[in-house]
C-alpha cells in the first residue's frame, strides 16, 4: 500500500486534478481564450521589449512597475491596494489560504466558476452555495443576503459577469451583499473586457468590498496576471502569505507594455463584443436551441442532447465546453466561447451538423 494515502487529506485524495482538455487539432472555443494576438507590428515592438528582460536575476518581488501600470490604466486611486497573482486563480488560492480557519466557510453562487470550491476545499474551508434562478440565472438579493447571515461567511466570491452564465449581477446587490458579509466579498471581474458593465469603482466601499480582475479574457491569458483592488488593509494582509517571486520577470514586462499600449487589446474585446451579441441573435433564430444573453466573451447554449452535440462538433474540429452534469440548472448545457469570424463559422456549422444528429 502506498504511504500516499496516510498523509495526503481525504478530501484532497477525492478531488479529481483540473482537466484540460486535449485541444490539438481543434479549433478552441472551450476556455475563453481570445482568438488572435496583437497585431504584428505590435508584436515586435513588445518582443523586443521582451529582449531587454534581465533573467538572470529574480524578478522585481513588489511588481511596482505592474502596479503603476495598473493604476495608470484604470485610474486605482492611492486609497487602493493591489495584489498579483499568476493569475486570478492564484490569487483566489491566496483569499481562501489567508481566511481559512476552523468553521471558516466560502459563499458562492451555484451555476459558478469551479475554482472557488477547489481552492476553498485545500484550504480546509467549507462551501455554501447560492442558488441563482433556474431560468435567467438571477440572484434573490434577499435570498442571499439571508444565507449570508445565517452562513457567517468568510469569503464571498461573486463573479460578474458569472462564468458559465454570462449574466451581470446589478452593482446594487452586491453592495447590499459586501454590507452583509461578515467577511470579505470579492467581485471577480475576469471577463470585464467583454461586458457593459463594471464594479471597479466600488472596490473599497464598502471596505470588505474588493475587485478581482485578470488579463487572460483581454487577449493575453498566457501571460498568466491577476490582480486584487482592495482596502490597503485587505492587501497588506494578503501580502504575508503571497510568495516572494510569484510574478515572473516576462509576464511582469510584458503585462506593462500592455497596459501601457492597451489599444489592439481593446479593439480586440470590442470586436468580439460585437460578435458575440451577433452570435447571440443568430442562435436565438433556432429554435433547436435555447440561449441566454451574454455579458462575457462566451455564450451559454441549451440543445437537446448536449454530449451528442459536444461530440458531434468534436468530430467537426470543433471544441467547446459541455456542462450537462456540472449543476442541475446546466442541462444539456455548452459554453461557446467567441471566436474569430472564421472559427465562429466553423462552430455554427459544426453545431449544425450535431443538432441534426440528435
Ligand atoms: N474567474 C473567472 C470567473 C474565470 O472564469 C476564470 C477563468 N476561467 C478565472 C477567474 C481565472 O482566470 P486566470 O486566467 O486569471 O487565472
Keep these: 500500500m502506498s504511504r500516499v494515502a496516510d498523509w495526503i487529506r481525504p478530501e484532497i485524495l477525492a478531488a479529481k486534478p483540473y482537466q484540460v482538455a486535449d485541444a490539438r487539432g481543434l479549433i478552441k472555443l472551450d476556455a475563453m481564450e481570445a482568438p488572435s494576438g496583437p497585431p504584428a507590428d505590435v508584436q515586435a515592438d513588445w518582443q523586443t521589449w521582451l529582449g531587454g528582460v534581465d533573467w538572470h536575476r529574480y524578478p522585481d518581488g513588489t511588481g511596482q512597475g505592474v502596479k503603476q501600470a495598473l493604476r495608470a490604466h484604470f485610474e486605482i486611486g492611492p486609497e487602493l491596494g493591489i495584489l498579483l497573482g499568476n493569475g486570478s486563480d492564484e490569487i483566489i488560492q491566496m483569499l481562501t489560504l489567508a481566511l481559512a480557519r476552523p468553521r471558516a466557510s466560502l459563499l458562492t453562487p451555484a451555476p459558478g466558476f469551479a475554482i472557488y470550491g477547489v481552492a476553498a476545499r485545500t484550504a480546509g474551508m467549507a462551501i455554501h452555495y447560492l442558488a441563482l434562478d433556474e431560468t435567467d440565472f438571477s440572484l434573490d438579493p434577499d435570498a442571499a443576503i439571508a444565507a449570508i447571515e445565517r452562513h457567517q461567511p468568510a469569503l464571498v466570491f461573486i463573479a460578474n459577469p458569472n462564468n458559465p452564465t454570462g449574466n451581470f449581477f446589478p452593482r446594487e446587490t452586491l453592495h447590499r451583499l459586501a454590507e452583509a458579509t461578515p467577511g470579505l466579498l470579492v467581485v471577480d471581474e475576469a471577463y470585464f473586457p467583454h461586458s ?41 494582509a494578503l501580502e504575508r502569505i503571497r510568495m516572494p517571486y510569484n510574478i515572473n520577470a516576462f509576464t511582469q514586462a510584458a503585462a506593462e507594455f500592455a ?20 452570435l447571440v441573435e443568430r442562435l436565438g433564430q433556432d429554435d433547436r436551441v435555447q440561449v441566454w444573453p451574454s455579458e462575457a466573451n462566451f455564450v451559454l447554449l441549451r440543445v437537446p442532447d448536449a454530449v451528442a452535440v459536444f461530440e458531434g462538433m468534436k468530430a467537426e474540429g470543433v471544441l467547446v465546453k459541455c456542462l450537462h452534469g456540472q449543476h442541475p440548472a446546466l442541462q444539456h448545457c455548452l459554453r461557446l466561447t467567441v471566436g474569430s469570424e472564421t472559427e465562429n463559422e466553423h462552430m455554427l456549422a459544426a453545431l449544425d451538423v450535431g443538432l441534426r444528429a440528435c
Design 259 to 278: 497596459l501601457k499600449q492597451p489599444q489592439w487589446w481593446q479593439a480586440l474585446a470590442a470586436e468580439l463584443r460585437e460578435r458575440r451579441d451577433r
Design 196 to 236: 457593459r458593465a463594471h464594479c471597479l469603482d466600488m472596490a473599497g466601499r464598502p471596505d470588505n468590498l474588493a475587485v478581482m480582475r485578470t488579463l487572460s479574457k483581454a487577449g493575453m491569458a498566457g501571460l498568466r496576471l491577476g490582480w486584487l483592488v482592495a482596502d490597503p488593509a485587505w492587501i497588506d
